[in-house]
């Protein structure tokens, strides 16, 4: 045995020295252990609870137009109780539960959607990044829970719009497709001004829930149409040819069409599912400078519902004229354009509650857009759809709206064509339209058909025929 003091201390030393970096170590992996739990994979369900709420204003400088948001929420996990009450979604929001019942989250639930609450307490995380959502023309806000559900277990507030005269039921009232595009981007940034008013006022549920510097424009069809003119404007909304083209419009267009549509400056980022472009020049799409998601069918697709190839550059159109590295474009295989919504599993929800019969059921399953045959087919399970679309949204909003607390360097992953090769088989993606073809004039543009394929087309920016100077009489 050692008795010599400075051998006991030199003992004492090297104990020490050996100690220390083990104890610094576990420290070490312990705060690494924590920081990577407090990362959420865009792809699957996030940290906070939802919450629900929704909201039905006038908006008198629009002469007296009525106004309906659904909104989804983050809440602490700890708040909800087996007494908190599911979220309720009315079904006809205009009208209550005169003409339709309400459904609610327990019945979406049952076909895998994600749960949701009616009126929690909001998170103390606050405050979130805002993501305002149009439909579709003639769908409900309820076409698209998924998004909200999903996109505010994120940390997202998640507003959907119910446009109004936007003919979602036989007795709701009808305007024409160029009024509503008209409307679409006035209502939601209408929507934007009310929300953040409540996020400022005490007392208020959303009180201190927005970040007005985090603020995301996205929509499905003409939605999408609305988020692109919220980020770039629209010169004159009745120059288009088009709703004339598709049978869906008749000239001359309302006097009150023929008005220009600024955009929204505090629209940060926009996400786009396949989005009406067409009803834009592609020097407007130019003007779009925020980081963008533009996502849709593939080429294949967009080539069936037009048989002489004209909206074959559907998705690929804004994507070139945007062309910045920070817009991505994504095509999801087997996808039809209501893949993008909840329009098919409503049918399976509403058969469940016994509104509809299961004829009813069987023929809504069995035909266009739900059928996965025949014209338009649609081939992509609702649950894988919904999954690589809220994923691909999460992954962009995290990267460009998201907190310090978001994983970016696996956002900025995801947004590579090697993730989606690798991880996504359902999806083609692409960082840019350029590539090697000759064009005629600076009239045309090149775009890229396929992510594993070298063929190189080309287009018309803005196709002969789509667009015109209009007579105001």
């Known amino acids: ?24 170590m576990a420290r070490s992996q312990q705060q690494m252990a924590r920081s990577q739990q407090q990362y959420d994979d865009p792809g699957q369900l996030g940290r906070y609870a939802v ?9 008198k400088d629009a002469n007296n137009r009525p106004e309906f948001f659904s909104v989804w929420y983050p ?3 700890k708040d909800i109780h087996a007494s908190t009450p599911p979220a309720e979604y009315l079904t006809d929001p205009y009208t209550g539960t005169e003409n339709l019942p309400a459904t609610f989250s ?72 160029v009024t509503a595009m008209v409307n679409r981007p006035r209502d939601v940034s209408f929507a934007i001004t009310q929300l953040l008013a409540k996020s400022r006022m005490p007392g208020e549920l959303l009180f201190r829930a927005i970040d007005p510097e985090r603020i995301a424009a996205s929509g499905h069809s003409i939605g999408g149409y609305a988020t692109y003119t919220l980020a770039g404007g629209d010169d004159l909304v009745c120059d288009t040819l088009m709703p004339v083209l598709d049978g869906t ?13 600024p955009p929204d400056p505090r629209i940060k980022t926009i996400v786009s599912l396949d989005g009406s472009s067409q009803f834009l020049h592609y020097r407007e799409l130019a003007r779009i400078s925020v980081p963008s998601l533009i996502m849709g069918d593939t080429v294949d697709q967009s080539a069936v519902i037009d048989a002489n190839g004209d909206l074959r550059d559907w998705i690929a159109r804004p994507h070139s004229a945007i062309n910045r590295f920070d817009s991505y474009r994504v095509d999801v295989n ?18 469940n509650l016994g509104w509809i019969s299961s004829a009813n059921l069987t023929a809504w399953e069995t035909s266009w857009p739900c059928a996965s045959t025949g014209w338009f087919p649609v081939t992509i399970p609702a649950a894988d759809a919904h999954e690589v679309v809220t994923k691909y949204m999460i992954a962009l909003l995290d990267l460009y709206l998201g907190g310090r607390d978001k994983n970016k360097q696996l956002d900025r992953w995801i947004l ?5 090769l690798d991880h996504t088989p359902t999806v083609q993606f692409f960082n840019s339209e350029k590539c090697p073809a000759a064009l005629p004039d600076k009239s045309y543009f090149t775009y890229r058909a396929y992510q594993l394929s070298s063929e190189c087309d080309v287009a018309q920016k803005d196709p002969t025929g789509w667009f015109t100077t209009p007579s105001r009489k």
């Open 334 to 351: 087997g996808a039809n354009h209501y893949s993008y919504t909840d329009y098919c599993d409503a049918a399976q929800v509403w058969f």
């Open 106 to 177: 327990t019945d979406w639930q049952k076909l895998g959607y994600d749960t949701a609450y009616e009126g929690p307490r909001l998170s103390e995380d606050g405050p979130f990044p805002l993501v305002m959502f149009s439909p579709g023309w003639t769908d409900g806000y309820w076409c698209h829970i998924f998004i909200g559900t999903r996109l505010a277990s994120h940390g997202y507030v998640v507003a959907v719009l119910e446009h109004w005269a936007d003919g979602q039921w036989p007795w709701s009232p009808f305007d024409d497709l």
């Open 249 to 261: 419009g008749t000239l001359p267009y309302p006097a009150a069409t023929c008005v220009p549509t």
């Open 75 to 77: 809440v602490d996990p």
């Open 416 to 420: 590579t064509p090697e993730y989606a």
């Open 51 to 59: 919450g629900h709420i929704s909201y039905q204003m006038v908006d």
């Open 1 to 24: 045995m050692h008795t010599n003091p400075i051998f006991r201390i030199l003992v004492l030393i090297t104990s020490f020295v050996l100690i220390v970096p083990s104890a610094a």
